[in-house]
């Protein structure tokens, strides 16, 4: 079916204008993490990204064939309530870990709670680490002693940050009775929703927020690590499946092929999954005539040379990618 609507879709294709790609450096992606506090909520989870950081913006066109293959990396990571991928103008491509709607968070409570422990646990033993406790158990310490427990909370991020808190440093028991308290915190942090009947007061939700954000959404903590490592995974596989290296493109370019569909036969034994914007692109901005066109002999060198279609290359990793580009400037 796929392969049928590859054809069909080829032989509706017309020549486009031409358009002068970026020729620079690759284009490469990095992870980019921006607070959003927002006005009313309880806690604020920070926007994490994936963005390409091309030395010219990547067109729509090439942008296009690459979040293709990072969708489809996204369904076959059932993850797609969790990352959306999207063209952005003048910047290029966005891959981002979606925290909206709150509520969708809540399989993620008793992983992060059980983290929030193991970090505490990463403490010393002394003052600070004592009133960290008393306000996870829902206690309104004094100015002084409040001071004491937000440095607890930033302790906690740096020992996530240095060696994921493997190292335990105090013994302070969560009992059965305590243990609830830490599923309630980490349920405050990622919902920003609580209930006052069962743990905690209003006063003690903003000491405990503020304490356990450095943990939970600082730029070392657990929710910037875990999306921007989920995040180069989905990128870097979702590439490595579906976009051509440099080369397989040169497998593809300088070879005068029988016809169009041989040069679509071909693409696709090099990348299995390589994406149908990729073909449609080729053949729009190199085929013309009709449908007679495609059968005639083809030379994706000969297009590139007459300025109708231009490489894109991509850094993903340690990887050379390309891409092609045919949209207007």
Same mark, same amino acid.
């Given at each position: ?153 930033? &302790?906690?991020?740096?020992? =996530?940050?240095?060696? !994921? @808190?493997?190292? $335990?440093? %105090?013994?302070?028991?969560? /009992? ?116 007679? &066109?495609?059968?005639?002999? =083809?030379?994706?060198? !000969? @297009?590139?040379? $007459?300025? %109708?279609?231009?490489?894109? /290359? ?16």
């Amino acid at each position: 079916m796929r392969q049928r609507r590859l054809f069909l879709a080829a032989f509706a294709m017309i020549a486009l204008p031409t358009f002068v790609a970026n020729a620079g450096e690759p284009i490469r992606f990095s992870i980019a993490f921006t607070p959003l506090p927002i006005a009313g909520e309880l806690t604020s989870i920070p926007r994490v990204e994936a963005i390409s950081s091309p030395g010219s913006p990547l067109s729509e066109g090439a942008a296009t064939q690459v979040i293709a293959t990072i969708n489809a990396q996204i369904r076959a990571r059932h993850v797609e309530d969790s990352y959306a991928a999207r063209f952005v103008a003048y910047s290029g491509i966005r891959v981002e870990a979606l925290s909206q709607p709150r509520a969708k968070l809540v399989s993620l409570i008793d992983g992060y709670a059980d983290s929030l422990e193991r970090c505490f646990h990463a403490l010393p033993e002394g003052e600070d680490t004592d009133h960290l406790y008393l306000v996870i158990r829902s206690s309104l310490p004094s100015v002084d002693d409040a001071a004491k427990s937000k440095r607890a909370g930033q &302790a906690m991020a740096d020992a =996530f940050a240095r060696d !994921r @808190c493997v190292e $335990a440093h %105090n013994t302070i028991p969560f /009992s059965e009775e305590a243990r609830p308290y830490l599923r309630a915190a980490a349920e405050v942090m990622l919902t920003g929703t609580f209930d006052r009947h069962l743990f905690f007061s209003d006063e003690q939700v903003v000491l405990l927020t503020d304490h356990l954000h450095p943990l939970f959404f600082g730029p070392k903590g657990l929710w910037v690590t875990e999306k921007g490592s989920e995040l180069r995974a989905i990128v870097t596989d979702g590439s490595r499946e579906g976009v051509l290296t440099d080369a397989d493109f040169m497998k593809l370019e300088p070879v005068e092929f029988r016809t169009f569909f041989d040069f679509y036969a071909k693409a696709f034994s090099l990348k299995t999954s390589l994406p149908v914007e990729f073909i449609e692109t080729v053949a729009a901005r190199c085929v013309a005539g009709g449908r007679e &066109a495609f059968f005639q002999p =083809f030379q994706m060198k !000969r @297009c590139m040379d $007459a300025k %109708n279609l231009h490489r894109v /290359s991509l850094r993903v990793g340690d990887q050379d990618y390309v891409v092609v580009s045919g949209d207007d400037a």
